[in-house]
């Protein structure tokens, strides 16, 4: 079996960023105290898999550090640690006086180490790609031959504090090792030299990057030799570049879409009978991207769910749930077969036209168990008025005067609006009822706003599952955490509100529980009250 972790995937959910797609996101969730969760579930999905096999029947090949290597030992397996190809990192600008976004071709530094000084210009993109060898063999050539992102840099200037723009190729010398590097720290500024023999890195914004020995550079910082790294000295996370793509763990190590389409490569190369990868819709995305073949040909995989939304129909319903699938396909037992499963991702035009949609990127093989693998989430129909108004002439009967806590959603924003309140589409906000009317207090809330909040208890709390689904918790709204739900008051004081035609969706199939608390799951499982309109209430089974 092979693992592939996104160290950050999720990081903003519980902090209430929705995603951690590109460095500020991730430097931002840090600053609000996200802590990386990935690598524990995709820990707690290999226990799960352990119990279900002989440990002489499984090998588990994985890459270095927090991309699988350290999962595979917390959870008391002894990696097979397989080499990725070097990943190079290239920064461009447009000439001055050229009004379009940068591309490959802007990337003028010919040999992977030269910061190279333009002239100002009005925008900088960021192109990751991989280095076509373990060498890391000229960069700008790499990036020619596979670009896998481009965006619009939000920071300005590469150089911090001047007019000028840099155009940086930086070259990972060497193949992505699994122990920390040595190196020297380096301020790069418009027309600096960057190069190291283990690895290099580019904080955009003037910094102190490069890999650095954690002894050295402070408490809390490490690297990984042969990676893009980029490293604080104060142990803080640094950006290693504007991309959307790349993202940062707590440790340091930075981490781009790049790395995880060489990572799957490396592991399917490597001949896995079955992908395990931990992350949300994006990481998805990429190993679909990386992942040879067509339809039967391809390797099968399976998602633990890490991320914050996860509309694709590959992850397994939780971490346990994907170890139990994974063990039941290596064995061969049960005669589980593979599916073509949906690989999605959030429509972020419609989410602006206030829907809540999904976009198809294409399938990939999982093996088919359809009471521990996800659906597919379905788009979002319009709540009537009928059954919004019932919905919220109940909820405003149960609440009374006082604070509700409403999940984000079509419906529950419909229920909203009938109660008086301009509720986000996507966020978790907090709503002031009295006499049957709402204001929101609190717009956008993380874990630790609503704690504040809620104080002492008790507080309701206003949930609606997910169409297609039927996620209740931990899907896109990982903010009312365990913590949250037990200052609430649990179990007594949560409000399912579904219209019946969405619950009949369903098809019979139970709401799902992922709150990332196994107990407090198994505490809320059971038959939920579900206020379908006024004075109607369905009983509907919840698991986990």
């Known amino acids: 079996m092979g693992l592939v972790v996104n160290p950050v995937a999720g990081l903003g959910g519980r902090v209430g960023l929705g995603g951690t797609d590109g460095p500020e996101r991730v430097r931002r969730a840090m600053e609000l105290g996200a802590r990386p969760l ?16 002989e440990a002489g029947d499984l090998e588990v090949l994985t890459v270095p550090g927090p991309m699988g290597a350290d999962a595979v030992r917390a959870a008391g397996l002894v990696p097979v640690v397989v080499p990725m190809r070097a990943v190079a990192v290239v920064v461009a600008s447009t000439p001055r006086g050229e009004r379009r976004a940068p591309t490959v071709a802007d990337a003028v530094a010919t040999d992977g180490t030269e910061a190279v000084a333009t002239g100002g210009s009005h925008t900088t993109s960021t192109v990751v790609a991989a280095s076509p060898d373990a060498s890391g063999a000229d960069a700008a050539s790499a990036a020619t031959t596979e670009c896998v992102s481009t965006s619009a840099a939000e920071t300005g200037p590469v150089a911090s504090g001047t007019d000028a723009t840099s155009v940086v190729a930086i ?31 580019v904080d955009v914004a003037g910094a102190v990057v490069a890999s650095v020995d954690g002894d050295e550079a402070g408490a809390g910082v490490g690297t990984s030799s042969g990676d893009a790294t980029s490293a604080d000295p104060v142990g803080s996370v640094a950006s290693a570049s504007a991309s959307a793509s790349a993202t940062a763990t707590g440790a340091g190590t930075v981490t781009a879409s790049a790395h995880t389409t060489s990572a799957v490569r490396a592991l399917v190369g490597a001949g ?50 994907a170890g139990e699938v994974a063990g039941a396909w290596l064995a061969g037992s049960g005669g ?41 989430k379905t788009g979002s129909t319009a709540t009537t008025g009928d ?45 002031a009822l009295r006499a ?32 297609g689904q039927g996620f209740l918790l931990g899907r896109g709204n990982q903010q009312i955490s365990p913590r949250v739900l037990r200052a609430a008051g649990g ?49 509907y089974p919840a698991t986990h």
């Open 38 to 53: 990935a690598g524990a579930r995709a820990a707690q999905a290999l226990r799960a898999l352990r119990a279900r096999l």
């Open 387 to 431: 059954a919004s108004t019932g919905i919220a002439a109940e909820v405003a009967g149960r609440v009374g005067e006082g604070p509700l806590v409403l999940g984000p959603g079509t419906t529950t924003r419909a229920v909203a609006t009938a109660l008086g309140a301009d509720a986000s589409l996507a966020g978790v906000d907090v709503l």
């Open 171 to 201: 070259r990972a010398d060497a193949a992505f090792a699994d122990a920390p590097g040595g190196g020297t720290a380096f301020t790069v500024t418009a027309g600096s030299v960057v190069t190291s023999g283990d690895a290099t890195s």
């Open 336 to 376: 589980v077969r593979l599916r073509d499963a949906e690989v999605m991702d959030r429509d972020e035009g419609a989410l602006r036209d206030g829907r809540v949609a999904s976009r198809l990127f294409g399938w990939l093989p999982v093996p088919d168990v359809p009471a521990r693998v996800q659906q597919r």
């Open 272 to 321: 896995v009978d079955l992908l395990l990868f931990a992350g949300g819709d994006g990481t998805a995305r990429d190993v679909l991207r990386a992942v040879p073949g067509e339809g039967g040909d391809r390797c099968p995989v399976l998602g633990i769910p890490t991320g914050v939304k996860m509309h694709s129909a590959v992850f397994a319903v939780g971490p346990a749930a």
């Open 436 to 467: 049957g009317r709402a204001d929101v207090v609190a717009r956008d809330t993380g874990e630790a706003e609503l704690l504040a909040r809620i104080g002492a208890g008790p507080c309701w709390i206003g949930l609606s599952p997910i169409g």
């Open 491 to 539: 179990r007594d004081r949560l409000l399912v509100l579904c219209p019946e035609h969405k619950l009949a969706a369903l098809g019979g199939r139970p709401l799902l529980l992922d709150t990332g608390d196994p107990e407090l799951d198994a505490e809320l499982s059971g038959y939920l009250p579900v206020l379908t309109g006024h004075r109607r209430i369905s009983l």
